[in-house]
């Protein structure tokens, strides 16, 4: 039972454009949510959070999205540029401190 | 240390053998998570250390799998008669272990592989 899905596993974008990464979820308890960026042979890194009392956190290029209606949230970057290129990973948590991820994606920046 | 550390970084091991990986938290960071990452999927959650607290085991895939904290500090998961598909990146990260502070640190991970 996935709880966290990220469908696109994959997306390409131009430098400068945005890019924009998607997620849903199914637990309703679930009231914090994370995106986490990861470079190869690294581990994830923390890059953005919302709560859900929010529906929207911006934090320079990095802007997150919340729906709860629909359970869904995205990421937007922009500009995108040639270094955010990484695998992203959405999370959410509920009510605790274990993070359910979803499959990732991969985001390739074209110069 | 500055960061979450993880050893061996890479490790091939024999289908059958047993293995053991390590992963030194943040020094004051109370909670400790091990995730692995299978080629081409997400992050599976496989167990949760909370202070003394009794660890959240439902992640682990079966009873080849275990996971110990001593000290409250280093953590170490072992991998019983491992079997090809055990073969994974296996992530360690800490946290403060409070709402506010979601943002797990982790490691760079030990990269799993049975042959």
């Known amino acids: 039972d996935q709880q966290v899905k990220q469908n696109s596993p994959s997306l390409s974008v131009q430098e400068g454009r945005i890019s924009i990464l998607n997620c849903d979820y199914t637990?309703?308890?679930?009231?914090?949510f994370l995106w986490y960026k990861k470079y190869p042979a690294e581990g994830p890194t923390f890059l953005i959070s919302?709560?859900?009392?929010?529906d929207k956190n911006e934090d320079g290029r990095f802007t997150v999205f919340l729906n709860k209606s629909a359970k869904h949230l995205s990421l937007h970057i922009v500009p995108s540029q040639p270094g955010d290129s990484a695998v992203y990973f959405c999370a959410a948590a509920a009510a605790g401190n274990k993070l359910t991820f979803g499959g990732g994606t991969r985001v390739l920046v074209k110069p | 240390g500055a960061g979450v550390s993880q050893s061996p970084s890479n490790k091939v091991t024999e289908k059958g053998k047993d293995v053991e990986l390590r992963c030194d938290p943040i020094s004051g960071h109370t909670a400790l998570y091990w995730y692995r990452q299978s080629l081409g999927q997400g992050l599976e959650f496989l167990i949760y250390f909370q202070g003394n607290s009794a660890p959240d085991k439902s992640g682990l895939p079966s009873d080849r799998f275990s996971a110990e904290r001593t000290g409250g500090s280093v953590s170490t998961l072992t991998i019983q008669r491992t079997q090809q598909e055990d073969s994974a990146v296996y992530l360690c990260a800490s946290s403060l272990a409070r709402r506010s502070s979601y943002g797990y640190t982790f490691g760079s991970g030990t990269r799993l592989t049975v042959v």
């Open positions: 919302i709560s859900s009392i929010k």
């Open positions: 637990n309703s308890m679930f009231d914090y």
